[in-house]
């Protein structure tokens, strides 16, 4: 063999196994996260619930699920020239540095704003306060909003591209009114100010960006908000405000109002539209519709049954609320949530009123002072395969203090949504058309879908499936 041939083979070798190379770098993360956003580097929270095992609990935070993905950091230096294009990752994320007050930790990320954000399509979540620094036992408080706002962020990928999740840390806590954040330009003129350490946090929105979080456990961090938003764009909603009389009030939900400090972007957003009342237990309908898993019986045509799985977080807020109730009256010893599974009909929307019930009330019982495991009427329910492909369901739930005892107002006591599997055609934001089985989620009182989530795709913090 001739030594022009020898090297024109080797050639071609050597620059494929390149080209090989620089694909599996291209396509190495399913996250980017800016690093001098991040204390710690691959140590950092964020970076540990990003890759941690998907459903393993996280190191040191034993409440808080890994997502299961991959994340590459980047310095500000490389900040504009990532391995691969923004566009290609499932989310982008500034992280918390440790409640630090100099936005020039964001600066390389403020310069081309307009690109990145641009590149961002999808979910959007933007919090105003620290959550690294208020990480919270086992994780339950700041742990537990960044694993559901990137859950929140990364979900959006399949169907409308790369999310974002972007924490402000404490950069404006000094901030005067109307303060631009440039950061945040490419989505939009966000206008902030100071927060002056407000404390009384209030869930204004139903979404699965705060799924395991409530309005008692997003309050008394401390400062629980450092800075907020007088005005945002108006694709972005708030999910989250603090209603202190140290902070301007510019937004009402009902009769509850006050500073929004965390916002949001995305299809699974649904304003609450009611009275907040601190006196309501940690259970609401977006809770009911992420802790309820698909199981069929066969092939997805086949009959199926949902069944109740309750996160680690939820059980031991539960049991922290009766055992709060308790020391208050010893009457108060107990709290039960009952379960009805209705036959809505085949129609294209559910039957007005309740149908015919399915099978028996299932029943989920905390009693005070135990270790946060309830007692539970027939585990694993809804027994049995009695739900139809294409039809509509009510789950209901109420929920109530044992031996008569009351406390919490009717308004709060009742929570149900209707659920249906059905085989759609999914159109991608590419335009491509792919088929299969989605779980569909209505409100009950507005007749409107919620959620579309494909079965089988865990990913999702809502409307979870398995099989």
């Known amino acids: 063999m001739s030594t022009f041939r020898k090297f024109l083979i080797l050639t071609v070798v050597v620059g494929g196994l390149q080209a090989l190379l620089f694909s599996a770098k291209v396509n190495a993360a399913d996250v980017l996260i800016l690093d001098s956003t991040v204390t710690g580097g691959m140590d950092s929270i964020e970076y540990q619930i990003i890759t941690t095992a998907l459903n393993t609990p996280v190191p040191g935070f034993s409440s808080v699920l890994g997502l299961g993905l991959t994340a590459t950091l980047v310095s500000p230096a490389t900040w504009a020239t990532p391995p691969s294009s923004y566009g290609s990752y499932k989310a982008i994320v500034l992280g918390d540095p440790n409640c630090s007050i100099d936005p020039v930790l964001v600066t ?45 962020a990364v979900a959006s990928y399949a169907s409308d591209g790369t999310g974002a999740v972007i924490s402000l840390s404490c950069y404006y806590y000094a901030a005067s009114p109307a303060t631009t954040v440039p950061v945040l330009a490419g989505f939009g003129t966000f206008l902030t100010e100071g927060a002056s350490c407000a404390n009384s946090a209030a869930i204004v929105a139903s979404s699965p960006a705060l799924t395991g979080l409530t309005s008692a456990t997003l309050s008394n961090w401390g400062c629980s908000a450092h800075e907020g938003f007088t005005s945002w764009p108006s694709t972005f909603m708030p999910l989250a405000i603090v209603t202190d009389s140290s902070v301007p009030h510019v937004f009402t939900n009902g009769s509850v109002s006050g500073f929004p ?38 092939p997805i045509s086949d009959p199926y049954t949902l069944k109740f799985t309750p996160t680690i977080v939820f059980k031991n807020q539960m049991q922290a609320y009766i055992n709060y109730l308790y020391s208050l ?36 019982t905390w009693n005070m002072f135990t270790n946060g495991n309830p007692t539970i009427s027939a585990p694993g329910f809804f027994n049995g395969f009695d739900m139809i492909v294409g039809n509509w369901y009510m789950v209901h739930t109420g929920i109530y203090l044992e031996n008569g005892q009351t406390f919490f107002p009717e308004s709060c006591a009742q929570n149900e949504i209707y659920v249906r599997v059905q085989v759609l055609n999914d159109i991608t934001k590419r335009g ?33 499936t398995q099989r």
Not at 334 to 349: A, V, Y
Request: glycine fraction near 12%; aromatic fraction near 10%; include cysteine.
């Open 329 to 364: 009256n010893s009457a108060m010893s107990g709290i039960t949530i009952d379960w009805r599974l209705h036959d809505q009909g085949s129609g294209s929307s559910p039957a007005p009123s309740y149908g015919p019930q399915i099978g028996s009330t299932q029943y989920v």
């Open 108 to 152: 390389s990320a403020a310069a081309n704003s307009s690109t990145w954000a641009g590149a961002v399509t999808g979910n959007v979540v933007v919090i105003g306060t620290d959550p690294t620094v208020h990480p919270g036992p086992n994780g339950t408080l700041g742990a537990q909003l960044w694993r559901s706002a990137i859950a929140f």
């Open 432 to 464: 491509t058309i792919k088929s299969g089985a989605f779980f569909q989620f209505m409100d009950v009182r507005t007749k409107k879908v919620i959620d579309t989530v494909p079965i089988g795709d865990n990913s999702q913090d809502f409307g979870n």
């Open 261 to 298: 400090y965390i916002l949001a972007r995305g299809k699974t957003l649904t304003s609450t539209s009611l009275e907040i009342d601190p006196c309501c237990p940690p259970w609401n309908s977006s809770l009911l519709k992420s802790m309820m898993f698909y199981q069929g019986s066969g």
